[in-house]
């Protein structure tokens, strides 16, 4: 069965000290893994696309790498306004091409 | 338009009454999605359509959620005889192309089922 698991459920970090957030997944046919950004009460913002295992994508405090199996979100020196839910979503292959399964998400809490 | 907008953003309902909620994809996208995002809890796909066609309706619930896309833009999402347990945020997003991955979220609405 095809399906996204996110760890942690959520993540408290002082400002400055930088972590991980993990989303393993299992499916057949990979076409594209993607991350989101959603701060409450609005739609999950675009973050990343990894298409290969080896890949790698950054932007600002924000680095996505991509195993044969999960995948990381490194936030180095987070800052306050990087708190929000983190979700991983997956592409995989179907009759139709676009079947998307999303995690769970990390909610992240930065402390000033 | 400039993004992907979504009315009512907010849906009291009684049980037992229909809604309807209404996505405007980008302009030109030619898939759209469906999702319902309960609390703390991920999207989770409701259906697809290509264009007008819909290409898949796998993720709904029950033969109370109907959705279409008429002229292969605006898409309505009906819920028949809403129950409690449909009280979520539901979610639209649409991708340039067939195959895209890379989907743009409308700010959903907020239905709630008393």
């Known amino acids: 069965e095809d399906q996204v698991t996110q760890s942690p459920e959520a993540l408290r970090l002082q400002e400055g000290e930088s972590s991980s957030l993990n989303c393993s997944y299992t499916?057949?046919?990979?076409?594209?893994l993607f991350w989101y950004r959603q701060d409450p009460g609005k739609g999950p913002e675009f973050l990343f696309t990894?298409?290969?295992a080896g890949e790698e994508k950054e932007k600002e405090r924000l680095k996505a790498t991509l195993t044969k199996k999960e995948s990381f979100l490194h936030i180095t020196a987070p800052k306050p306004e990087d708190s929000a839910t983190y979700l991983c979503?997956?592409?995989?292959?179907?009759?139709?091409?676009?079947?998307?399964?999303f995690g769970t998400g990390t909610s992240l809490t930065v402390i000033p | 338009g400039a993004g992907v907008s979504q009315s009512p953003r907010y849906k009291v309902a009684k049980r037992g009454q229909d809604v309807a909620l209404r996505c405007d994809p980008i302009?030109?996208?030619?898939?759209l999605f469906w999702y319902q995002q309960a609390l703390g809890q991920g999207p989770e796909f409701l259906t697809y359509?290509?264009?007008?066609?819909?290409?898949?309706k796998s993720g709904l619930p029950s033969d109370r959620f109907f959705a279409e896309r008429p002229e292969g833009s605006v898409s309505t999402l009906k819920i028949q005889r809403t129950q409690q347990e449909d009280s979520a945020v539901y979610l639209c997003a649409s991708t340039l192309t067939v195959g895209a991955g890379t989907q743009y979220f409308g700010p959903g609405t907020r239905l709630l089922v008393l």
């Open positions: 359509f290509q264009n007008e066609a819909q290409l898949d």
């Open positions: 990894l298409y290969s």
């Open positions: 499916v057949s046919g990979l076409r594209g």
């Open positions: 979503a997956v592409q995989a292959v179907s009759e139709t091409g676009n079947q998307f399964y």
């Open positions: 302009s030109g996208h030619v898939s």
